[in-house]
């Protein structure tokens, strides 16, 4: 198989994936398998980005350790930068909190708050793509595990903007279609960025470290802390052992392979 075709096949998977799980299960079923999929995706995430996409953008040549960490500290600032944003559009407005809005304001705002989330999850998805393509054409191992790592962490993702869809007015249809739609963007990303990057190489360890930063990013700043809001220790033992059968199965596949 070409390195185009398993951008292809490997972005298609990424992107539409959790949009399969979604219309297979019931709500019930896909709030109960968030949490164990934040668990695992938090050992997936940092095995890649630490014992694959990192070292392999290291042992380029040509590359500068300073430069690398320098990409890698402005990559989480940056990530931190487009959160913020994030957080502050969003509109935290609840019926009877005082404020004096007219009849079916919140039901405007929850469909807006929809489309903003389709929106996103497009422009993260074609990002995505992009990095799956760099990585796929700096090595097809490391290529094979960021593409891992991100079906991981986007399966808990796509699940949890699919129920926001729904309360924002969505039928469960128009749901998942919108989301899918929305998927097939890791595709255009990876394309563009096979062409792109064909002429431009030097970039690839660059790409590569911003992966891993938006790894780290996610799994420490995001992924982390909702699994801190169950502090039970039965809770907290069943995140341990995920998070090592995370790590674990990329340990595994780096022999398997």
Not at 43 to 72: C, R, V, W
Not at 174 to 180: E, K, P, Q, V
């Amino acid at each position: 198989m070409s390195v185009l075709q398993s951008i292809l096949l490997v972005t298609a998977l990424a992107g539409t994936a959790s949009v399969l799980v979604a219309a297979s299960c019931s709500l019930a079923m896909l709030s109960k398998m968030v949490n164990n999929m934040v668990s695992l995706s938090v050992g997936i995430l940092l095995a890649t980005a630490l014992l694959h996409s990192l070292p392999e953008a290291f042992s380029m040549k040509g590359t500068s350790p300073q430069l690398l960490f320098t990409t890698l500290l402005a990559g989480l600032l940056g990530f931190f930068l487009l959160e913020k944003i994030s957080l502050l559009r969003h509109d935290h407005h609840h019926e009877g909190d005082g404020h004096h809005h007219h009849h079916g304001h919140d039901a405007e705002n929850a469909g807006r708050s929809g489309w903003m989330i389709l929106v996103g999850d497009g422009i993260h998805n074609f990002v995505d793509g992009i990095l799956i393509a760099a990585a796929f054409m700096a090595d097809y191992q490391v290529g094979f595990f960021t593409a891992i790592a991100i079906i991981a962490h986007e399966i808990p993702q796509e699940i949890g903007d699919f129920i926001i869809l729904l309360n924002a007015g969505f039928s469960r249809t128009r749901a998942l279609f919108y989301n899918f739609i929305c998927g097939l963007s890791a595709v255009v990303g990876g394309v563009l960025a096979y062409f792109f990057l064909e002429r431009a190489h030097a970039v690839m360890p660059y790409l590569l470290v911003i992966a891993s930063s938006s790894f780290i990013y996610i799994a420490v700043s995001d992924l982390i802390p909702q699994m801190h809001r169950r502090p039970h220790w039965a809770e907290s033992l069943r995140q341990t052992v995920l998070i090592a059968c995370g790590v674990g199965v990329v340990v595994l596949l780096s022999f398997l392979r």
